[in-house]
């Protein structure tokens, strides 16, 4: 049963994406000033729920002090929040910010607009349910990413 299912999502997800695709947009083109991987980033923080600085750059394979200047640029432009852990202040617990959250719509490399035409191709109960079978499926990826950190991570 599992295997058909992957066999399913590795099935429809190049089509959703073919489908919703734009070329990339460029840092001094965009009105949020963002790069491809400033969006990689910010698709890997959610508003609610934080994720640690070293977490992030093991995760994207990026060393701490390469992360800890694009982090810096994106505060600055006020797209992450960063705050220390309440446990222990060394600690830096990132979020995205509303404004990062429309800043990553709007530059994502899915287009909006097709992405509403697709939408409104399914009756509307049926546009709930692929939305939230998209929402868990990103949920699980984040509980995947998080233990695959911790797994990775020096004792």
Do not use: W
């Amino acid at each position: 049963m599992i295997r058909r299912l992957t066999h399913s999502v590795l099935r429809h997800f190049p089509q959703i994406y073919l489908s919703c695709h734009v070329a990339h947009p460029r840092a001094r083109t965009n009105r949020f000033r963002l790069t491809d991987k400033d969006v990689v980033l910010l698709g890997h923080l959610d508003e609610r729920t934080p994720m640690r600085a070293s977490e992030l750059a093991r995760h994207l394979g990026i060393g701490a002090p390469t992360l800890s200047a694009q982090l810096q640029r994106l505060h600055r432009f006020g797209h992450i929040a960063r705050t220390p852990h309440a446990q222990d202040r060394r600690r830096v617990e990132l979020r995205l910010t509303p404004r990062g959250a429309e800043a990553m719509a709007t530059t994502s490399v899915l287009d909006p607009g097709r992405v509403t035409m697709l939408l409104m191709r399914l009756p509307p109960a049926q546009r709930a349910q692929a939305v939230e079978g998209l929402a868990l499926l990103a949920r699980a990826a984040r509980k995947l990413q998080l233990k695959s950190s911790r797994r990775h991570s020096p004792p």
